[in-house]
């Protein structure tokens, strides 16, 4: 006796909760139309010489009231009825998978997860028939699985495209949306636009690539500091280019890893391997490097939107770009003689924080805390600091444990087990050597900080505050403001110090 699997109608319906991004959507169509090309391209590049054209992919966003449409239409090879009765099963691979169409899930995950009702209009170069197809997830969910096609017939035989159209959104396109739509996809198909074999519209708008090459550092030789690399892992080929940022964009850094020669993670949210870029550091490293890396012999996701590692594939990977570019490495973290540091603030932004500073200061809110003239006795608050502290301190693993000479720093980040009235930061300094910081996550002043470098200068002055206190008490009975904040001058100045003598480090052992 042997069971079968079976696969229900509504499964269909359980692709708009698949945790999706819109540029990955939309990708589908793109990558579909361009593998049409690329599996027939000897007719197609016949017919566009005769046309005078290209391939051509338009992604349309219409509102139209309260029932907007998309709309997607190529000009590549189109469809058949057979190829099209292919094309809806799902999760049937196409003839050629090889390529960027390789499970038979993109056009339907796709199409269902923007929206419940959808059709698809085509005709095959050669053919004169036009079929359209309309498909209305709510019906198959109910399990109405019959999809009725439309039939044109004597059609020309030299016309070609495939249209698609989606409506009864499951979510809006607006706003920032729209833009990082924009952002993505001139980024995943920038190895088609380099080739001249894709022109790409979203709302006639021409999605351009700009490359890096002109804003990249030159040695004295005036050659790019930029390194084409490829190497092995276990019998599979990787490949790609490394470069330096001449003036640092941590935004634009990362690698693009590619696949099938599509961008599937890559700016603006490219790869940053943690052996190489470490983990959330802001330093120089990081504002410089980037790259592309080619991965043909692995395998994608089925969205397409990250390289399916298997076993420790990630981490081989990972060290082998380490050891191609090592060269390149150091020469990221050296800073530059003929340019300041460039992660300091710009004029504007120093401008608007000085304004924004000078409200806070004259605010009416303001004045009413330093008309406070009442405080709790010493002995009060340091029973109220010590009852917040305990339960941490006997519940929780410190997040850093620190060992500086003789001193030992515990620091607590606490999501939890405090709340919004409670202080932004709980310190403990005695005679001892140890110094205890808890830091409160739920105090209304963490929700304004955006970034993590701005939340690591945060748990800096948190920090340092409580040692350079420690400092003083072991040097000066009494603590004097001054001191205090000469101290902390000092600590916050290591950063800074560790790359100086890193980058001094490396020019004297000739590594530049």
């Given at each position: 006796?042997?069971?079968?699997?079976?696969?229900?109608?509504?499964?269909?319906?359980?692709?708009?909760?698949?945790?999706?991004?819109?540029?990955?959507?939309?990708?589908?169509?793109?990558?579909?139309?361009?593998?049409?090309?690329?599996?027939?391209?000897?007719?197609?590049?016949?017919?566009?010489?005769?046309?005078?054209?290209?391939?051509?992919?338009?992604?349309?966003?219409?509102?139209?009231?309260?029932?907007?449409?998309?709309?997607?239409?190529?000009?590549?090879?189109?469809?058949?009825?057979?190829?099209?009765?292919?094309?809806?099963?799902?999760?049937?691979?196409?003839?050629?998978?090889?390529?960027?169409?390789?499970?038979?899930?993109?056009?339907?995950?796709?199409?269902?997860?923007?929206?419940?009702?959808?059709?698809?209009?085509?005709?095959?170069?050669?053919?004169?028939?036009?079929?359209?197809?309309?498909?209305?997830?709510?019906?198959?969910?109910?399990?109405?699985?019959?999809?009725?096609?439309?039939?044109?017939?004597?059609?020309?035989?030299?016309?070609?495209?495939?249209?698609?159209?989606?409506?009864?959104?499951?979510?809006?396109?607006?706003?920032?949306?729209?833009?990082?739509?924009?952002?993505?996809?001139?980024?995943?198909?920038?190895?088609?636009?380099?080739?001249?074999?894709?022109?790409?519209?979203?709302?006639?708008?021409?999605?351009?690539?700009?490359?890096?090459?002109?804003?990249?550092?030159?040695?004295k030789a005036g050659e790019l500091y930029k390194r084409e690399f490829i190497f092995d892992v276990g019998g599979r080929t990787a490949y790609g280019?490394?470069?330096?940022?001449?003036?640092?964009?941590?935004?634009?850094?990362?690698?693009?890893?590619?696949?099938?020669?599509?961008?599937?993670?890559?700016?603006?949210?490219?790869?940053?391997?943690?052996?190489?870029?470490?983990?959330?550091?802001?330093?120089?490293?990081?504002?410089?490097?980037?790259?592309?890396?080619?991965?043909?012999?692995?395998?994608?996701?089925?969205?397409?939107?990250?390289?399916?590692?298997?076993?420790?594939?990630?981490?081989?990977?990972?060290?082998?770009?380490?050891?191609?570019?090592?060269?390149?490495?150091?020469?990221?973290?050296?800073?530059?003689?003929?340019?300041?540091?460039?992660?300091?603030?710009?004029?504007?932004?120093?401008?608007?924080?000085?304004?924004?500073?000078?409200?806070?200061?004259?605010?009416?809110?303001?004045?009413?805390?330093?008309?406070?003239?009442?405080?709790?006795?010493?002995?009060?608050?340091?029973?109220?600091?010590?009852?917040?502290?305990?339960?941490?301190?006997?519940?929780?693993?410190?997040?850093?444990?620190?060992?500086?000479?003789?001193?030992?720093?515990?620091?607590?980040?606490?999501?939890?087990?405090?709340?919004?009235?409670?202080?932004?930061?709980?310190?403990?300094?005695?005679?001892?050597?140890?110094?205890?910081?808890?830091?409160?996550?739920?105090?209304?002043?963490?929700?304004?900080?955006?970034?993590?470098?701005?939340?690591?200068?945060?748990?800096?002055?948190?920090?340092?505050?409580?040692?350079?206190?420690?400092?003083?008490?072991?040097?000066?009975?009494?603590?004097?403001?001054?001191?205090?904040?000469?101290?902390?001058?000092?600590?916050?100045?290591?950063?800074?110090?560790?790359?100086?003598?890193?980058?001094?480090?490396?020019?004297?052992?000739?590594?530049?």
């Amino acid at each position: 006796m042997s069971m079968h699997i079976e696969i229900g109608l509504n499964a269909i319906a359980s692709y708009r909760r698949m945790s999706y991004e819109i540029w990955y959507a939309l990708a589908e169509y793109v990558d579909n139309s361009t593998q049409s090309y690329a599996n027939n391209k000897a007719d197609l590049d016949a017919a566009y010489t005769r046309e005078g054209e290209g391939l051509e992919v338009r992604i349309t966003y219409e509102r139209q009231g309260s029932d907007p449409v998309l709309r997607i239409v190529d000009n590549a090879m189109g469809m058949n009825y057979q190829d099209l009765e292919h094309a809806l099963k799902v999760a049937y691979p196409p003839a050629i998978s090889t390529g960027r169409c390789r499970y038979g899930m993109g056009m339907k995950t796709s199409s269902c997860w923007i929206g419940n009702r959808w059709s698809v209009t085509t005709k095959k170069l050669g053919d004169t028939n036009e079929y359209t197809v309309e498909i209305n997830v709510r019906k198959i969910e109910n399990g109405n699985s019959e999809l009725v096609t439309k039939t044109i017939a004597n059609q020309p035989a030299d016309t070609h495209y495939t249209r698609i159209e989606i409506r009864d959104h499951n979510r809006e396109f607006k706003g920032r949306t729209i833009s990082k739509i924009k952002d993505y996809l001139r980024s995943m198909y920038r190895m088609d636009f380099r080739a001249k074999s894709l022109r790409l519209f979203y709302n006639d708008e021409e999605m351009i690539w700009e490359e890096f090459d002109s804003k990249l550092r030159r040695n004295k030789a005036g050659e790019l500091y930029k390194r084409e690399f490829i190497f092995d892992v276990g019998g599979r080929t990787a490949y790609g280019w490394a470069g330096i940022l001449d003036v640092g964009a941590r935004a634009d850094t990362g690698f693009s890893m590619l696949h099938s020669d599509r961008v599937v993670k890559g700016w603006p949210d490219a790869w940053r391997p943690e052996g190489i870029y470490g983990h959330n550091r802001n330093d120089l490293l990081n504002q410089r490097l980037l790259g592309e890396i080619h991965l043909e012999d692995f395998d994608v996701t089925h969205t397409k939107d990250m390289i399916q590692w298997y076993g420790d594939e990630e981490d081989l990977v990972e060290k082998g770009l380490k050891d191609a570019i090592a060269d390149l490495l150091p020469i990221a973290r050296t800073p530059w003689k003929d340019q300041e540091d460039e992660r300091g603030p710009t004029d504007g932004e120093v401008d608007l924080a000085i304004s924004g500073l000078r409200d806070e200061l004259t605010s009416p809110e303001m004045i009413d805390k330093i008309s406070i003239t009442v405080l709790p006795p010493e002995e009060a608050l340091i029973a109220s600091l010590a009852r917040i502290a305990e339960p941490v301190k006997a519940g929780r693993t410190p997040d850093i444990q620190a060992k500086i000479g003789d001193l030992e720093v515990w620091v607590y980040v606490v999501p939890t087990d405090v709340g919004p009235f409670d202080p932004y930061v709980v310190c403990e300094t005695g005679a001892n050597s140890k110094v205890i910081v808890i830091i409160n996550m739920q105090h209304p002043h963490v929700s304004q900080i955006s970034g993590e470098q701005a939340l690591m200068n945060y748990f800096r002055h948190c920090v340092y505050d409580a040692v350079a206190e420690w400092q003083a008490q072991k040097v000066r009975s009494t603590l004097d403001s001054n001191t205090i904040k000469m101290l902390k001058d000092g600590l916050l100045r290591v950063s800074l110090l560790m790359e100086q003598h890193a980058a001094s480090s490396r020019e004297k052992h000739g590594a530049i």
